[in-house]
């Protein structure tokens, strides 16, 4: 079993920035391709980034392409999203997720097996 928890979340205004964390306990998580995903009110969670087991390969949803950076860090076992220049429409509650399996489709919720229970992002006009 794979316990996930992320941290950092806040409340900024536009232009701003935010490190979100996400530490995976329970097993070998340099293993696992790791997810952001984020849901807004009102909205259907929706792929933010992504970052394959040996960090080399990354995805990124277009919304946030050149804003959002996705890093690993297999000594501490965690994952991170710096998020720079932030507008309001990424205000939402970010998920982090865990793919022990190294799916072929990291941008699809589906492929994740392990979540996180959010933490919530609000940037102010």
């Known amino acids: 079993q794979v316990h996930v928890e992320e941290t950092g979340g806040g409340s900024v205004q536009a232009g701003d920035s935010l490190r979100l964390s996400c530490a995976a306990s329970g097993d070998t998580y340099s293993q696992y391709q790791m997810g952001w995903f984020r849901q807004a009110p009102g909205k259907e969670r929706e792929f933010v980034a992504s970052?394959?087991?040996?960090?080399?390969?990354?995805n990124y949803a277009d919304s946030v392409k050149g804003r959002f950076t996705i890093s690993k860090d297999s000594a501490k076992s965690t994952a991170y999203l710096q998020m720079n220049t932030l507008k309001p429409e990424d205000t939402a509650v970010y998920y982090c997720?865990?793919?022990?399996?190294?799916?072929?489709?990291?941008?699809?919720?589906?492929?994740?097996?392990?979540w996180g229970q959010g933490t919530q992002v609000t940037v102010h006009s």
């Open positions: 970052i394959s087991w040996s960090g080399a390969s990354t």
């Open positions: 997720a865990a793919d022990p399996w190294g799916s072929t489709q990291p941008t699809t919720a589906g492929s994740y097996d392990y």
